[in-house]
């Protein structure tokens, strides 16, 4: 059974770090893409950065500069190392992962950063 499974998220004061790692286990087909997306209380879930099997990443605006996302592929892991982080990036963070026909979601971190 696929599975995503997400750690790294705790408090942080503004202008601190984290980082986030998601690994994945059980999956028939391969996945072609991995992501991290987050919702906040009374928000919608929104997308954060993702990477391509190939590498191709891409990154919300709100975070360009200072969240970088990686991948292992012979680990089947991702990381998102955030830097320089705000009280607006409080939220849960989700790892999601995409293979040809379905995709998946990680059960979520939380991330809460103190001004």
């Known amino acids: 059974q696929a599975r995503l499974v997400e750690s790294g998220g705790g408090s942080v004061q503004a202008g601190g770090s984290l980082r986030l790692s998601c690994t994945a286990s059980g999956f028939m087909l391969r996945i072609n893409g991995m992501g991290w997306y987050r919702q906040a209380p009374g928000k919608q879930r929104e997308l954060v950065a993702f990477?391509?099997?190939?590498?191709?990443?891409g990154y919300a605006a709100s975070v360009k500069g200072r969240f970088t996302i990686a991948g292992d592929n012979d680990r089947n892991t991702i990381y998102l190392q955030m830097n320089s982080l705000k009280p607006e990036d409080t939220a849960v963070y989700y790892c999601?992962?995409?293979?040809?026909?379905?995709?998946?979601w990680g059960q979520g971190t939380q991330v809460t950063v103190s001004s």
């Open positions: 999601n992962a995409k293979d040809s026909i379905d995709e998946y």
């Open positions: 990477i391509s099997r190939g590498g191709g990443t």
